[in-house]
T-cell receptor, first 118, second 115 residues
């Protein structure tokens, strides 16, 4: 079974500043993927960034980057140059890459509410 | 192109009633997923389909919950004898195929309220 833990229920940041959201996970699988999803008040879940476990290089998508520490089972999200539109609930999630009992289903953390202040 | 759509967007029902929630996936996506999200929590997996068959229904909480995808496209989540504890947002997602390699695209969800 996979578990995902987000220990920060709420975070806030000033516009244009940088913020880091934390996530730890546990899995017995060797092949898995990790994700950060954003859910604004509209409820639509949007993929922010994805990391493949077998890739050493940290994923980057414009202002969003991750710090993937495989041995520590840590997967944090860094948002640079924060914008008002980044205000949302952020979820860390995991899925196995192939086969296994978790294949096909995302396991989500509890979420972190991020508020960007002007 | 069109994304994942879910109907209705909101559903209020009385305890004990039967409800159906519909999901229209992105055209061509073979995998379809249902999740349930309680207020302030992360989504929890219910069931996923690969084509017409349920590949994993381990997240269905009990036998009052059932889902179908008869033609490998639209899916319906059915809840019998609803209870107040069933109140939540039900999210549907689809992906080209199952597995982490393929991004899951989510619909806007159906908010179910059982009174």
């Amino acid at each position: 079974a996979q578990t995902v833990t987000q220990s920060q229920p709420e975070m806030s940041v000033q516009e244009a500043e940088t913020v880091t959201l934390s996530c730890t996970y546990d899995t017995s699988e060797s092949n898995y993927y990790l994700f950060w999803y954003k859910q604004p008040p509209s409820r639509q879940m949007i993929l922010v960034i994805r990391q493949e476990a077998y890739k050493q290089q940290n994923a980057t998508e414009n202002r969003f980057s991750v710090n993937f520490q495989k041995a520590a089972k840590s997967f944090s999200l860094k948002i640079s140059d924060s914008q008002l539109g980044d205000t949302a609930m952020y979820f860390c999630a995991s899925i196995t890459g192939s086969g296994g009992t978790s294949y096909g289903k995302l396991t989500f953390g509890q979420g972190t509410i991020l508020t960007v202040h002007p | 192109g069109a994304g994942v759509s879910q109907t209705p967007s909101n559903k209020v029902t009385e305890k004990g009633k039967y409800v159906e929630l519909r999901c229209d996936p992105i055209s061509g996506h073979t995998a379809l997923y249902w999740y349930r999200q309680s207020l302030g929590q992360g989504p929890e997996f219910l069931i996923y389909f690969q084509g017409t068959g349920a590949a994993d229904d381990s997240g269905l909480p009990n036998d009052r919950f059932f889902a179908v995808r008869p033609e490998g496209s639209v899916s319906t989540l059915k809840i019998q004898r609803t209870e107040r504890g069933d109140s939540a947002v039900y999210l549907c997602a689809s992906s080209l195929e199952a597995g982490g390699k393929y991004e899951q695209y989510f619909g806007p969800g159906t908010r179910l309220t059982v009174t």
